[in-house]
């Protein structure tokens, strides 16, 4: 039971994780309809800004502990929002109106990119992040141990999700967010100025994704520049299983492919891990391609 | 075919076969990976290029292939030239199991997929699947191919196999092309929808896109195997499927096209050795840029053309025009 418990809310904090990036992918797919196949990579970018703003200005120093954090979660998330801005600026609106194949290549070629930028910044050798930040206590729930960064990872993910879904669901640029996502042309009659709603979720997606990464490091103690492509497919994959396009679908998903491989490989095999997350990915396209909680799938998939 | 195109061609041919004697044997082997990913890049190009289906798993069959011979080399010793062709049936049966599911998906759910299913092969191969693949460190001790008793060793000997591998190749992907089966992959990937309301069935014509590619690269990675004498799963990451898929898009879809893209996109770093690292860098640079400025890649096939009947001649006078030219292409 004890294992059980363990891996259940190591699962729920990578869950989280994976279930920010899927926002980013889901907000994108959800107006633009396009997979932003560069995503993964601002999230690595991410992780490495926040290893540099912790390591090279060595704010942990200047800053206590939980105060550095969340200044370098901020700074993190405004630069990681400006790389979005130019990403779809350069690499994505020129290619609104050509076809579905123009703009997937420009989107790999984007994140072939930025890894390879990431790799000749940082070098390939992965990175390692100060560990005097990183809360070390252990709480007892129960007789259970478990560590305060996971719960506070966990903590940290819902309360953005929320901020998000009240985000789009209360205030009027999230309306407009919305309309977007079902009729552009629609929209734009109604005075929405698309090109600026699409260059906010340009903005909103990579910043959450890019706190993501920041998280990573946190929790595991390193960033490598290739993690961005695993954690891209699994966060897509999240977003896949909770209906793409679909806001709460993209946490429900998150979550629960989060479990599903912690568990996975923690009772079948851990050697498999990250087949675990594909094989979902393919069973759900296959058998269910519009995932859990989406019904708004426009095309026949 | 014209005279001029003929000997344009033979020009080539003379000009692949004498390169050899003016090269030293690392230039010799990069002509060698040339050739390796033109086949499979070519092989590539009937699913990606013909069908416009986004494969991006191309090296799970690869894959497949060169660990059929591989295994079938060194556990029953079977001459690798011989393992060939059952190498592409393995990776032909393979693409057929793991295809027939997924053919329906739309663009870019495929492409996910096949990203899925490369990267399950490369996890399966580590594992030592069937404790026959060896693990990660791969199998070694792949004996050399013998071909009518002659034992190719040398980058020279390779050289000459896979060239005349890639002509064999591009004759017969070019008889594929203009035939009825090249002519319904072209409509698929034109307009899915019209091309099944015309009675193509295209879930099985996409099917036999995904298994005829898959069995060329299966067959390549048997020279593949040959070649390296060791194999081992990073040599299929998903790195390799990406420049095959980069060779393809860039090149534009036809069979020039792919074989000037593996060129610029294998040979060309080795001029800029001291720039390695930043290789990759510039592919993806250069697909942004392709797909703003030329998104149909560097060059497209050529708008297919038929001779006009007589009869229809007479009717429409000397230049028959797009009409005529559409009656031509029904017949």
Known sequence: MEEFFQQLTNGLAVGGIYALIALGYTMVYGVLKLINFAHGDLFTIGAYLGFTLFTAFGLSGMVAGPGAVVLVLLMVVGLVALIGFLLERVAYRPLRSSSRLSAVVSALGASIFFQNAVMLIYGAKFQVYPND???????????????LVRIMMIAASLALMLALYWFTQRTRIGAAIRATAIDQG???????????????VFMIGPALGGVAGVMVGLYYGQVDFTMGWVYGLKAFTAAILGGIGNIPGAMVGGLLLGVIEALGSAYISIA???????LVLILILIIRPTGLLGERVADKI | MTVSRTTSYAGI????????????????????SIGLYSVLAL???????????????????????AYVTAIANTMWGVPVLWAMPFAGLAAALFAMLVARPIIHL?????????????????IALINNVFGLTGGANGIFGISRPTLFGFKIAKPVHFYYLVWAYVACSVLLFRRLENSRFGRALNYIKEDDTAAEGSGVNTASYKLWAFVLGAFWAGMTGTIYAAKMTIISPES?????????????ILGGGSNRGVLLGAFLLIGLPEFFREFASARMLAFGLAMVVMMIFRPQGMLPPMPRFYKLPERIRCVTGK?????????????
């Open chain 1, 133 to 147: 930040i990183r809360p070390s206590y252990v709480l007892s729930i129960m007789g259970i141990d478990v560590p």
């Open chain 2, 106 to 122: 739309r663009g870019d759910y495929l492409l996910i997929v096949t990203i899925g299913i490369v990267e399950i092969v490369r």
């Open chain 2, 13 to 32: 041919a003379v000009v692949v076969a004498v390169l050899p004697l003016l090269l030293d044997p690392y230039w010799t082997d990069v002509f060698v």
């Open chain 1, 272 to 278: 498999w891990k990250d087949a675990i997350a594909f």
């Open chain 2, 43 to 65: 092989s590539l190009n009937i699913i990606l290029g013909q069908a416009g289906l986004f494969h991006m798993g191309h090296a799970a069959f690869y894959a497949v292939g």
């Open chain 2, 236 to 248: 299929f990451s998903f790195w390799e499927s990406v420049v095959l898929f980069a060779i393809v």
């Open chain 2, 319 to 331: 230049d028959g025009g797009a009409a005529a030219a559409q009656v031509g292409g029904e017949a």
């Open chain 1, 186 to 200: 629609a929209a734009k009659l109604m005075g929405i100025d698309v090109n600026r709603v699409i260059s906010l």
